[in-house]
């Protein structure tokens, strides 16, 4: 495995695990108020939509994926993504926004689901469904760099699927102990640092060392990152 796809597995991983996470934080919410049969009826359904999503459009992207206008559009796509990802994380970070909090999250679950049956299935079936949307994004921000890294993307985000989801059951509860937030600032770091070298890819720049340029540039995007976090640190609230 090259470093290109090596990072890249290591962040889908990470990206992957955290959405997950909040899944199975509500999918626990409506099993603990609704039942569990319900909450994994519902998340079985959304499971089916999200598997139809990538058969459907997964087989296309290994073909597409050498065109270089297709590494642009995929650079700029992770691009945004990392930043968006990144803002929130530095924001948090600096005290401007407030952190996750997977307790809260599963109260508000439960509260839902506990309205009427019918409010249980969608509650659990739309928190798999919209999370599930952002591991299928993830991949194929992601993956769809060459067909290599589909693979490694595809592969990874299973992995953390599956892991998560034996955490959940060895625990019976929200994974509270999982540092979300943290695992955000890293993901946003990365995903920034592959869309930057995407990007340069679909625009013919021939980036020094190869595949290893994602690590000097994930570090001078890290380095960014750490000092907007320190300036909103020590800056005044307005």
């Known amino acids: 495995m090259n470093a290109q796809a090596l990072a890249l597995g290591i962040t889908v991983f990470l990206a992957c695990a955290v959405e997950a996470a909040e899944a199975l934080t509500i999918v626990v919410?409506?099993?603990?108020?609704?039942?569990?049969?319900?909450?994994?009826?519902?998340?079985?359904?959304?499971?089916?939509i999200l598997v139809a999503i990538v058969l459907l459009f997964g087989a296309r992207l290994p073909a597409l994926a050498e065109l270089r206008l297709v590494r642009l559009v995929v650079g700029l796509v992770a691009l945004y993504v990392g930043l968006s990802w990144l803002r929130k994380a530095v924001l948090r970070a600096a005290g401007r926004k407030a952190l996750r909090d997977d307790r809260a999250a599963f109260e508000r679950s439960r509260a839902k689901a506990g309205a009427s049956p019918s409010a249980a299935f969608a509650t659990a079936f739309g928190g798999v469904l919209t999370e599930g949307f952002e591991v299928v994004a993830i991949v194929i921000?992601?993956?769809?760099?060459?067909?290599?890294?589909?693979?490694?993307?595809?592969?990874?985000?299973?992995?953390?699927?599956?892991?998560?989801a034996a955490l959940g059951v060895a625990v019976r509860g929200p994974l509270e102990r999982l540092p979300a937030n943290t695992l955000k600032y890293v993901v946003?770091?990365?995903?920034?640092?592959f869309g930057i070298y995407w990007s340069g890819e679909g625009l013919g720049v021939v980036w020094p060392a190869s595949d290893a340029a994602l690590f000097y540039l994930a570090a001078v995007v890290l380095a960014f990152a750490g000092t907007t976090t320190g300036a909103l640190r020590t800056r005044p609230a307005t």
Do not use: D, E, K, Y
Not at 34 to 47: K, V
Not at 188 to 193: D, E, I, P, R, S
């Open 29 to 48: 919410a409506v099993g603990v108020t609704s039942g569990w049969g319900r909450a994994l009826r519902a998340a079985l359904a959304a499971l089916i």
């Open 188 to 193: 946003g770091v990365m995903v920034t640092a």
């Open 141 to 164: 921000a992601l993956g769809s760099g060459t067909p290599q890294t589909l693979l490694a993307a595809t592969l990874a985000a299973l992995l953390a699927v599956l892991v998560v």
